[in-house]
């Protein structure tokens, strides 16, 4: 492999060189304002074939599901089938446009109605919303309708939001941004949450609970209705992060465990692009209790036409327009060719494949808790002394492989959260065992190999520490 790092696009620039000719300006010209010009704005002289290799070039460098196995816990990176994208890029979709009006988006506004409609179905919900664009901002959205909903009750004391301590880390934070306050629940024995706990915590200023079920451990909650049936007592409500919901899609309804109001990440279960942040969505699904609370616009039919509309209570809009149609249009093919029996053989596989190569990985890592998991399960990489996860992982790249999450849960240490998704092959799951297998007999014998991997990138290892707190986030010729 070439190690040279790839020069920058203004490394690469030419005075003159250009990658494109304009047509000539069929509008009367003018000049731009002042403000829009920007002489310190050096941008790069470039040609048509020069930008074309060069982002090439780094399109292979860059780690995708496409080429290689992502085993990374929590975001379910399964494949995205290519019928998605060639759905999404139909003209008729590509092309449409939010300000037409409904009259003129008829077929977008009637995916969306099927899309709200059996994506409810899957969880048992009454009405869903398509606002949010990613987990964090359901989330978001599911809290501000629980506080909503108490203060339309006359009881904004309730302000105490009850979190399990294996939750995602987003869970406390958006408790934060919508001005609640955050009680931690820990885990019993064997990974649980501890029922006592829970149940000293419950009183009159209880607005919720925020669980995960699975939860980040890849455990089922046992006593989930239990759960749920306290706070509910309490007077607070229950919401589901539904992060986990590829391993109980077409099994359990969210409902019927007690569960208020919950999202779905679209673009994890429900197989679209990840993107680099985004664009997903994290759609949010609501029991009747908080149906009327959803962020809108949502869409209804009335009569043989589709329309946008407000639910009667709603929190408002999350974002502008109506959601991220393309993520969409993905997430509707997917759940059309995957029908009600496909999703519950795509959760069986996915628990399938997690029990096996967690067989395979306790042999030699740790599992902290080691009873039955769903979708996912966490190891420990402590296998030699003076060896860290991170050491384990930055390895697993020399060996092909994009690292699990690692250090999260926070209450398992060393952890290494494995997620194989239902879409990997017994070969691929073999394969990334007997590199773990390897790297830990390495840890024994040539520790070195994995302090100073990985070996055989462009970059080797970082200093993340200074990455994270010294960002550097523009070019400086």
């Known amino acids: 492999m070439n190690l040279t790092p790839e020069p920058l696009a203004y490394e690469l620039s030419r005075p003159g060189r250009m990658g494109t000719v304009l ?14 010009l920007r002489a310190e704005l050096s941008l790069p002289e470039l040609d048509e074939l020069t930008v074309v290799r060069h982002f090439t070039r780094l399109s292979q460098k860059n780690f995708a599901i496409d080429t290689q196995y992502y085993p990374l816990g929590s975001c379910t990176m399964k494949y995205n089938p290519k019928a998605n994208e060639q759905a999404a890029f139909h003209p008729g979709w ?31 919900f009454s009405a869903v919303s398509l606002q949010p664009a990613a987990g964090a901002h359901g ?16 009881q904004p004391q309730r302000r105490t939001m009850l979190i399990p301590d294996s939750a995602h880390g987003t ?47 890849g455990l089922f909650e046992r ?43 679209l673009h994890k279960t429900f197989s679209t692009p990840h993107g680099g942040g985004g ?51 993905r997430a509707y093919a997917y759940v059309r060719m995957m029908g009600a029996d496909g999703m519950r053989r795509m959760a069986e596989n996915a628990v399938l494949n997690a029990n096996y190569l967690k067989h ?53 240490p060393e952890a290494m959260m494995i997620e ?10 073999d394969a990334f065992a007997e590199a773990l297998e390897r790297i830990a007999a390495e840890a024994r014998t040539e520790p070195d190999l994995l302090h100073d991997a990985p070996h055989n990138t462009p970059v080797g290892r970082l200093d993340e520490v200074a990455a994270a707190r010294c960002p550097i986030l523009c070019y400086r010729g």
């Open 23 to 36: 047509p000539a300006c069929d509008v009367p010209e003018t000049a731009l304002p002042k403000n829009l």
């Open 94 to 124: 590509r092309n449409a446009h939010p300000l037409a009006g409904d009259a003129h988006n008829q077929g977008a506004l009637e995916l969306m109605y099927r899309l709200q409609d059996s994506l409810a179905a899957t969880g048992g």
């Open 139 to 154: 989330e978001l959205a599911g809290v501000l309708m629980i506080r909503e909903y108490h203060r339309s009750r006359g």
């Open 171 to 217: 869970n406390p934070a958006t408790c934060a941004m919508a001005g609640l306050d955050v009680v931690t629940i820990p885990s019993d024995a064997e990974g649980g949450v501890d029922m006592d706990a829970l149940r000293a915590a419950c009183d009159d200023t209880v607005a919720g609970i925020m669980i995960t079920n699975p939860s980040t451990l």
């Open 223 to 265: 006593n989930m209705e239990a759960i749920a049936k306290l706070v509910h007592d309490a007077g607070g409500l229950v919401y589901g992060d539904g992060a986990n919901m590829n391993a109980i899609a077409g099994i359990v309804l969210p409902v019927e465990l007690g569960v208020d109001v919950m999202h779905y990440n």
């Open 279 to 329: 664009p997903g969505v994290g759609m949010v699904g609501a029991a009747p209790v908080l149906a009327p609370f959803l962020p809108g616009p949502v869409v209804v039919k009335k009569g043989d036409a589709y329309a946008f509309e407000m639910p009667a209570k709603s929190i408002g809009r999350l974002k502008s327009f109506y959601g991220n149609f393309g993520v969409l249009v």
């Open 360 to 412: 395979r990985v306790e042999k030699t890592y740790k599992v902290k808790y080691p009873r039955r998991c769903m979708h996912e399960f966490v190891a420990m990489g402590d296998v030699a002394e003076g060896i860290r996860t991170l050491d384990i992982a930055k390895r697993l790249i020399d060996y092909g492989f994009h690292p699990p999450t690692i250090y999260f849960p926070l209450i398992v």
């Open 420 to 429: 194989p998704t239902e879409t990997e092959s017994k070969e691929t799951l």
